[in-house]
Nanobody, 123 residues
Framework: QVQLIESGGGLVQAGNSLTLGCAVS????????MGWFRQAPGKEREFVAV????????YYRDSVKGRFTISRDNAKNTVYLQMNSLKPEDTAVYYC????????????????WGQGTQVTVSS
């Protein structure tokens, strides 16, 4: 049984930082690219960041470049999203997802999803 379990969400003030984690089990972690997506109330789910299986390459949506960093620890089957300089517009439910391809921005490519963790940024 594949499980992706996010952690680390919460309520923070604008300008502060938060680190999300996603613990993965039930699949061969090192054969999957890992992505983070988010969904704000009333909006569609959107791509945030993706990292290749080796961790050698990452890609971000423009609005989080320079503020967010995706990383992975293949020994711990865990992917992280370090979020700095948070803004109220970053408020959303954040989801991690696993892609057995090279990883991309399209949610349909991801076979497995976590249940999400709420991030709320107050102004």
């Amino acid at each position: 049984q594949v499980q992706l379990i996010e952690s680390g969400g919460g309520l923070v003030q604008a300008g502060n930082s938060l680190t999300l984690g996603c613990a993965v089990s039930g699949l061969t972690f090192t054969t999957y690219a890992m992505g983070w997506f988010r969904q704000a109330p009333g909006k569609e789910r959107e791509f945030v960041a993706v990292i290749t299986w080796s961790g050698s390459s990452a890609y971000y949506r423009d609005s989080v470049k320079g503020r967010f960093t995706i990383s992975r620890d293949n020994a711990k089957n865990t992917v992280y999203l370090q979020m700095n300089s948070l803004k109220p517009e970053d408020t959303a439910v954040y989801y991690c997802a696993a892609d057995d391809g090279p990883g991309n921005i399209w949610s349909k490519s991801y076979a497995y999803w976590g249940q999400g963790t709420q991030v709320t940024v107050s102004s």
